[in-house]
């Protein structure tokens, strides 16, 4: 069982930065997974960036590869996302999510919210134009 707190959303200005975190509980958080989607207003939740147990592997979404940079600190049990050059199309709820030790190696599976067991409340980010 893994629990998810995510913090750090706030309202910027466009160009700006922010720096999420999502602190976990549990045993097994080094070996989980970590990812981050998140959700706009009358969308899907889409996937964001996504960092294997170990921190050595990380992938991104199109939308946010080069602006954003994913991160874990696994003796600290958080996870972070660091997000510059912020748009307004990035303003949506981002959760925090926990996968198996494997997720991240399952090829386009590992860009779906199914593959990802825990979830964190979520987090506002907001950016204005």
């Known amino acids: 069982q893994v629990q998810l707190v995510e913090s750090g959303g706030r309202l910027v200005q466009a160009g700006g930065s922010v720096r999420l975190s999502c602190a976990a509980s549990?045993?097994?958080?080094?070996?989980?997974?970590m990812a981050w989607f998140r959700q706009a207003p009358g969308k899907e939740r889409e996937f964001v960036a996504g960092i294997s147990w170990s921190g050595r592997t990380t992938y991104y979404a199109d939308s946010v590869k080069g602006r954003f940079t994913i991160s874990r600190d696994n003796a600290k049990n958080t996870v972070y996302l660091e997000m510059n050059s912020l748009k307004s199309e990035d303003t949506a709820v981002y959760y925090c999510?926990?996968?198996?030790?494997?997720?991240?190696?399952?090829?386009?599976?590992?860009?779906?919210?199914?593959?990802?067991?825990?979830w964190g409340q979520g987090t506002q980010v907001t950016v204005s134009s």
């Open positions: 999510a926990a996968g198996t030790r494997e997720t991240y190696s399952r090829g386009s599976s590992r860009y779906s919210a199914s593959e990802y067991d825990y």
């Open positions: 549990g045993r097994t958080f080094s070996q989980n997974t």
